[in-house]
């Protein structure tokens, strides 16, 4: 069992780690979450969404050994995951935690094989905290003690607080920058490591961030037995990921027809780090426009920044009926006053239009939310999300 924590990065670590180990022949069950169109995408057996009668099933067992006692929807929906998976065991079991870490309802789990720990950023600081080594404190609470850990990339303050956890328990850490690297300025991009390994990482998900997940995933094997593969394998499983709504071009579908001959592309990015990583890919290729829509725990300002010189302009959009979502018109003034040309649009339909309306080839990214991804996948009449590989 692998269980993986992080602020950016975990669910794609998630999806490579299932595509590496399925390469290999090997069985894998894994837990994520949110889902984008339906709830059964977040248990997914071998790479499938659990079919709705073991769902039912799973839920039912679940709800009736906790007997009517007070628990949220994560945790009974957690307590179900983990009885479908015993109703169908697999080799290889990978567990994403839904928030933080240290009090994340996958964190029952007493000795996994191997923790994870992706890059750690501000986000959800209502829960977590309101600075990162607070934030980071949650996600080292995944750390077991005899377990080892892959840690990626850090900022210098998320790393000691890890490190300094790691230490207390007694934890063998395998870290970015100091037990492995990447080297990203080949292609495809290498994991090196101090033994001396390298692998090649040829994911076949888009951005420059892709490749550090791919590195995160060559540590975990390069220092894992159990989930030791020869780097053919490794590389035919990179080549093979499928991780809906990550820089996801849209190419069918009724708003890639609206936005044609512009690109369509999905993200389900909604923190600043997540906003840094999408303008670095815009800043590639044809002129890029954005399309936002943000939940109200979220910081706009913050999501918008890193577009200032990199979107052409920014179309604001509802989630949805959710009432927990800024307005369009909020966020477009967000978005100004952070130096963005912005406009509210009553629906995303509406925003696609005006986007892709100049008649050039240009690049439109949909981002902000996983209710705004299912938007998507709903207008563009995808009914099935699945992560493959």
């Known amino acids: 069992m692998v269980h993986v924590a992080g602020t950016n990065g975990k669910g794609s670590v998630v999806a490579m780690l299932d595509a590496v180990q399925r390469a290999a022949g090997r069985t894998v069950n894994a837990y994520v979450s949110p889902h984008l169109l339906r709830f059964n995408e977040r248990i997914l057996i071998d790479g499938q969404p659990i079919d709705d009668g073991a769902l039912v099933a799973a839920l039912d067992a679940a709800e009736q050994a906790n007997a009517g006692a007070p628990i949220t929807f994560f945790e009974i929906t957690t307590a179900a995951a983990f009885l479908a998976f015993r109703a169908r065991p697999a080799e290889v079991t990978l567990l994403e935690t839904g928030l933080g870490g240290r009090l994340d309802a996958t964190n029952v789990v007493e000795r996994p094989a191997l923790t994870v720990i992706t890059p750690v950023g501000l986000d959800h600081c209502d829960r977590l905290g309101a600075t990162l080594p607070e934030i980071a404190a949650e996600k080292a609470g995944i750390l077991k003690k005899g377990v080892p850990a892959v840690v990626g990339r850090q900022q210098p303050p998320a790393m000691q607080v890890i490190a300094e956890r790691a230490a207390a328990l007694g934890v063998r850490l395998h870290r970015h920058g100091v037990e492995w690297r990447l080297q990203a300025d080949g292609t495809p991009?290498?994991?090196?490591?101090?033994?001396?390994?390298?692998m090649d990482l040829p994911t076949a998900l888009p951005g420059a961030h892709q490749a550090e997940n791919a590195a995160i995933v060559a540590a975990s094997i390069a220092l894992v037995p159990e989930l030791g593969v020869?780097?053919?394998?490794?590389?035919?499983?990179?080549e093979r990921v499928r991780w809906p709504g990550r820089l996801q071009r849209l190419k069918e579908g009724r708003l890639a027809k609206i936005a044609a001959p512009s690109e369509l592309w999905l993200d389900t990015g909604h923190n600043a780090d997540a906003a840094r990583v999408l303008a670095d890919w815009g800043r590639e290729g044809p002129p890029l426009r954005l399309i936002v829509g943000l939940l109200t725990t979220k910081d706009p300002a913050s999501f918008f920044r890193p577009f200032r010189g990199v979107a052409r302009d920014v179309g604001t959009v509802p989630l949805g009926s959710s009432a927990a979502a800024w307005s369009p018109a909020e966020l477009a003034d967000i978005a100004q006053s952070v130096g963005l040309c912005a406009s509210p649009h009553d629906s995303l339909e509406a925003a696609v239009r005006r986007a892709g309306g100049t008649?050039?080839?240009?690049?439109?990214?949909?981002?902000?939310?996983?209710?705004?991804?299912?938007?998507?996948?709903n207008c563009s009449g995808v009914d099935e999300i699945a992560m493959g590989g």
């Open 230 to 238: 020869p780097d053919e394998t490794a590389a035919r499983g990179f």
């Open 189 to 198: 991009a290498r994991y090196v490591d101090a033994a001396g390994r390298r």
């Open 359 to 377: 008649g050039q080839r240009q690049r439109i990214l949909i981002a902000g939310s996983f209710l705004l991804a299912g938007q998507a996948f």
